[in-house]
């Protein structure tokens, strides 16, 4: 079992930055790939971005490449998501998620996290 809390979550205007984090425990962090998704009102979840189990790779949805940034530290169980240049299409919860590697579906999910941008 994996546990997963995200904090980082909150308002901010049109242009600003936030810095989400997923902190985990339970079994080992690095035997996991971490994903990050979204759900907005009346709308489908929706993938963000993922990072390799060792953090060398990244990917990222088109909607947000180029303004956000995935990252991890293994030492402190940790899977960080950057955004910044923030939009207001960006409004939704924000759940951070672990799976075997990347590409596969996650096992583990995070209650989420609600950020808000305003225009």
């Known amino acids: 079992q994996v546990q997963l809390v995200e904090s980082g979550g909150g308002l901010v205007q049109a242009g600003g930055s936030l810095r989400l984090a997923c902190a985990a425990s339970?079994?080992?962090?690095?035997?996991?790939?971490m994903n990050w998704f979204r759900k907005a009102p009346g709308k489908e979840r929706e993938f963000v971005a993922a990072?390799?189990?060792?953090?060398?790779?990244?990917n990222y949805a088109d909607s947000v490449k180029g303004r956000f940034t995935i990252s991890r530290d293994n030492a402190k169980n940790t899977v960080y998501l950057q955004m910044d240049n923030l939009k207001p299409e960006d409004t939704a919860v924000y759940s951070c998620?672990?799976?075997?590697?990347?590409?596969?579906?996650?096992?583990?999910w995070g209650q989420g996290t609600q950020v808000t941008v305003s225009s």
């Open positions: 998620a672990a799976a075997a590697r990347l590409g596969v579906p996650s096992d583990y």
């Open positions: 339970g079994r080992t962090f690095s035997m996991y790939a």
């Open positions: 990072i390799s189990r060792s953090g060398g790779t990244a």
